[in-house]
């Protein structure tokens, strides 16, 4: 599949943004971050400019943008429809939760509620996100059973990580940063097994299947078309396997392994020291889920695509 900007932008930076808001709502619920006015303005203020940004970068894939508001009326039968729904309902108790905490000062029942309904949202909207890929059933790479465990897992490492550097400017909270080396190592695992998974997977349908010549050798002699169309554009992409290899690579060490060595860095230090190394670890993890995100596209295969072999 085509691999948008705009569309690993979203996914990169909304999930960020979205893990880092539910993450707050719950550690202050359970007592795990400061209660600091400024410590909430940083993090809250973080997280709902990742999550706009992304939101907004989403409409620039559509065809016409200004046609976006139709999507909400979908919501019963399209997981972009409820995706649209979910992201704009987490904004009131977001809403709420910023402003009594940062505004007012308040972190009593109702704003650790607030905070706990937002984490709620945030969790649902990456949900839908991840169903919106999950549920086509024409690719493979994406109908599986580690689609949303991993886009929820990716969620909540980033917005671990970003905990963990803006704990790391308060004097540091050891648990925050546990907690964010504990999603990076499981993250780590669980991208690994699905790069596995889809490398031994078996294509659900083949040239010989979809013609009923059976399972031989069965290969298009010519073009079905003289001009490039929109399957092609969007469907036809491929990478080469050698440079998926090395951009793999490159995912695992900036996501993972560089970020865990970072924070774990941040957890052993102080001071100045910690809020260089979980800084970093941000840096890295932002930039190694951009590869990430941008394999997640390029290695997808559309069963579309075997009817233009050997053209693409």
């Not at 940004?53 to 046609?67: D, I, K, N, Q, V």
Request: hydrophobic residues 55%; aromatic residues 10%; contains cysteine.
């Amino acid at each position: 599949m085509h691999p948008a900007i705009s569309v690993i932008f979203f996914t990169t930076a909304s999930g960020a943004g979205y893990g880092l808001l539910a993450l707050t709502g719950i550690g202050l619920a359970l007592g795990l971050v400061p209660a600091d006015r400024l410590f909430g303005l940083i993090a809250l203020g973080l997280a709902l400019t990742l999550v706009t940004a992304g939101l907004l970068a989403s409409t620039l894939h559509l065809g016409h943008p200004e046609r976006a508001w139709r999507a909400f009326s979908q919501w019963r039968s399209s997981w972009l429809s409820r995706e649209g729904v979910a992201s704009v309902l987490t904004y009131v108790p977001a809403a709420v939760f910023a402003a009594g905490w940062v505004l007012f000062g308040r972190t009593g029942s109702m704003i650790v509620l607030a905070g706990l309904l937002a984490a709620l949202g945030a969790l649902v909207t990456v949900y839908t996100t991840s169903m919106i890929y999950a549920s086509l059933r024409t690719i493979p790479e994406w109908a599986n059973g580690y689609t949303t465990p991993v886009y929820l897992l990716l969620a909540a490492m980033s917005g671990a990580v970003l905990l963990n550097a803006v704990a790391a400017m308060f004097g540091g909270e050891p648990v925050v940063g546990w907690v964010a080396a504990a999603l990076l190592a499981a993250g780590w695992a669980l991208k690994l097994a699905a790069w596995r998974a889809n490398d031994t997977r078996a294509p659900p349908v083949t040239a010989g299947r979809a013609t009923g010549l059976g399972d031989g050798a069965v290969r298009s002699i010519e073009w079905p078309h003289t001009a490039e169309n929109y399957v092609l554009k969007e469907m036809g992409y491929r990478v080469a396997r050698k440079h998926a290899r090395q951009l793999r690579r490159i995912a695992w060490i900036c996501a993972f392994a560089v970020p865990l060595a970072l924070v774990l860095v941040s957890l052993a230090a102080g001071g100045a020291a910690a809020i260089a190394a979980a800084s970093a670890a941000c840096v890295f993890a932002g930039l190694g889920l951009v590869v990430e995100r941008w394999l997640f596209f390029a290695e997808a295969r559309h069963v579309a695509a075997l009817y233009y072999r050997p053209a693409v």
